[in-house]
């Protein structure tokens, strides 16, 4: 099985190497083409637009794999992400995407959007173009409409399409993070959404478990957290945070206590001096996942420090491996451990996309 995956990133990457198939990935970002080099990861070309200018550039593929930029689709603000959306369905109904050459991305500069916009429709030029058996999309929530109307599109191609948002946590990611998917496939077999391993995180009663499922993953659990069940504060050459002279024994004081929260970085009002649940900040404990890992990386608050989560910790909080060799600087290393899937999420999504797949084939030999 090969798999081209655009906006490639790493974390697909590594649940397809889990699965045991080959990823070509499509990736501009530099920092994150030096992650893909220092992981062992083929990257085919850089700009997803350059393909679809070239398709001699697309190596062949049984699986498509995309997860287009989300910023510009974000609900706040004054309803610019709304108009972007708008404005990408109505390019899906008119078909522009079914043109070849530059004329997508001409026909998207047109209708206003900007180019980071209009990369949302190029999954479905490729799927157009290529036919591959199976697909797999990827977005943020609100970018579910769109998916639902490159449905539409690809059962009038022969396709078996669903669509859904599915919880990170309910498959083993220590971590809570809603995602739109689209799962495609033209093999004969029925596309499905993977069905949930592990418990849905009840923000509003956390000791609530689904049955017949393991419970959610925390992230002490994840992390290996001990000292108590907590972690430790920042340790310096001088034992303090602020490399002070305090001795290492003293750190009981820091560790004895119950009231380790991680915090969200997000404010909706700034106030100074508010608590951080007045300033719109989510609360979680140790013993429960984390908040949604973002480039903006969440902090701990404790009784006398503030402790930030080193790139190794954030990724193990997307499921990746603790030693994965994330390069360029350290907000750049952030930036694509919140960019990712988390790998888990995406293996299971994968698994889900091509369960059946060797017996339908053989089944159509026979």
């Keep these: 099985m090969i798999a081209l995956d655009l906006f490639a990133g790493t974390g697909w990457g590594v649940a397809c190497e889990r699965l045991g198939i080959e990823e070509h990935g499509v990736e501009i970002m530099p920092e994150a083409l030096a992650t893909r080099t220092a992981a062992g ?86 799927v ?4 591959p058996m199976h697909v797999v999309l990827e977005q943020v929530p ?35 993070r809603r995602r739109a998917f689209l799962i495609a496939r033209r093999d004969g077999v029925e596309a499905r959404l993977p069905e949930p391993t592990h418990s849905r ?29 907590r972690p430790s504060p920042t340790i ?56 949604t890992i973002t480039s903006k990386v969440p902090q701990w608050d404790t009784p006398t420090s503030r402790v930030r989560l080193t790139p190794s910790e954030a990724a193990v909080l997307q499921s990746y491996p603790a030693d994965f060799p994330f390069q360029g600087k350290q907000g750049q290393q952030y930036l694509q451990i919140g960019n990712a899937v988390p790998p888990l999420l995406g293996q299971a999504v994968i698994t889900a996309a091509l369960a059946g797949a060797v017996q339908a084939t053989e089944e159509v030999a026979a």
Excluded at 203 to 216: E, M
Aim: contains cysteine.
């Design 41 to 126: 990861m083929r990257t085919t070309y850089t700009d997803v637009w350059a393909g679809l200018a070239d398709t001699t550039l697309i190596p062949d593929h049984q699986l498509l794999i995309a997860s287009p930029p989300c910023q510009t689709f974000s609900m706040a603000g004054k309803g610019s992400g709304r108009a972007a959306l708008d404005d990408v369905l109505r390019l899906i109904d008119t078909r522009a995407w079914t043109q070849k050459g530059t004329a997508l991305r001409d026909a998207a500069s047109a209708a206003g959007l900007d180019d980071r916009t209009a990369l949302v429709l190029s999954p479905l030029a490729y």
């Design 128 to 131: 157009a173009h290529c036919g």
């Design 142 to 176: 609100t970018v579910l409409p769109v998916w639902e109307a490159v449905a539409v599109q690809m059962r009038a191609l022969g396709y078996s399409v669903v669509t859904g948002v599915l919880n990170s946590e309910q498959y083993g990611v220590p971590q809570t």
């Design 201 to 229: 995180f009840h923000v509003k009663d956390p000791a609530r478990q689904d049955p017949g499922v393991l419970p959610w993953v925390s992230m002490a659990a994840a992390l290996g957290w001990g000292m108590t069940g």
């Design 236 to 291: 310096t050459g001088g034992g303090t945070e602020t490399g002070g002279a305090e001795p290492i024994a003293k750190l009981s004081r820091y560790t004895d206590r119950d009231d380790w929260v991680m915090r969200s970085n997000y404010s909706t009002n700034g106030r100074a001096g508010a608590t951080a649940e007045e300033r719109g900040r989510t609360i979680r404990h140790l013993e429960q996942p984390a908040v």
